[in-house]
């Protein structure tokens, strides 16, 4: 069974700087992830797949690295909007990470 | 623009069986595969499994036994069971489209069930 840790639980940033989101599998899992972002009271919102494609309509501000094990998520310039939960997940379980909180600083 | 709806009881007794349906909108259910995905209260995001168009399932290992997903293209939705609930099984329930059996892309609003007597 494929484990998804994200790092770190909580990350407090500042409008307008860049937040890196990491997310670890227990094994190798090629490009096979996706990024879901998920404001409090809202459906989760496919952002990233293949771990570096921006889903349609999807600002560029967001990208997505990794392959293998170690994936990244970065949010260029936070806005407003952004301060959200972020949750990894990859597709042969469908394991998803716990999440990452993305707080205002 | 594809357009999810999740519908059912939002109060369920331990031991019975949860019902949910999906009515899907805005786009055929041909050639996607459909899921259910869950979060309880505070918590994140856990796979419950998924159904292609034409009938065949996958589910999470952890909750088949208990499980059962169908599809009905003639009316556009797809429903999700879950036997012998407990309050282990109280939460937010979305319904989504699945690409290639491997991400969703569309996803409900979601629905809140909540098992209590």
């Known amino acids: 069974e494929i484990v998804m840790t994200q790092s770190p639980a909580t990350l407090s940033v500042s409008p307008g700087e860049r937040a890196t989101l990491s997310c670890r599998a227990s094994?190798?899992?090629?490009?096979?992830l996706a990024w879901y972002q998920q404001i409090p009271g809202q459906a989760p919102r496919l952002l990233i797949y293949?771990?570096?494609t921006r889903a349609t309509g999807i600002p560029a501000r967001f990208s997505g690295s990794g392959s293998g094990t170690e994936f990244t998520l970065t949010i260029s310039s936070l806005q407003s909007e952004d301060f959200a939960i972020y949750y990894c997940?990859?597709?042969?379980?469908?394991?998803f990470g716990q999440g990452t909180k993305v707080e205002i600083k | 623009q594809v357009q999810l709806q999740e519908s059912g009881p939002g109060l369920v007794k331990p031991s019975e069986t949860l019902s949910l349906t999906c009515s899907v909108s805005?786009?055929?259910?041909?050639?996607?595969?459909w899921s259910w995905i869950r979060q309880p209260p505070g918590k994140g995001l856990e796979w419950i499994g998924y159904?292609?168009?034409?009938?065949?399932?996958n589910y999470n290992p952890s909750l088949k036994s208990r499980v059962t997903i169908s599809v009905d293209t003639a009316k556009n939705q797809f429903s999700l069971k879950l036997t012998s609930v407990t309050a282990a099984d109280t939460a937010v329930y979305y319904c989504?489209?699945?690409?290639?059996?491997?991400?969703?892309?569309?996803w409900g609003q979601g629905t809140l069930v909540t098992v209590s007597s």
């Open positions: 989504a489209r699945v690409l290639g059996a491997a991400l969703a892309d569309y």
């Open positions: 805005g786009g055929s259910m041909s050639t996607y595969y």
């Open positions: 159904v292609y168009y034409s009938g065949s399932t």
């Open positions: 094994q190798s899992i090629s490009n096979n």
């Open positions: 293949g771990a570096s």
């Open positions: 997940q990859q597709y042969s379980n469908w394991a």
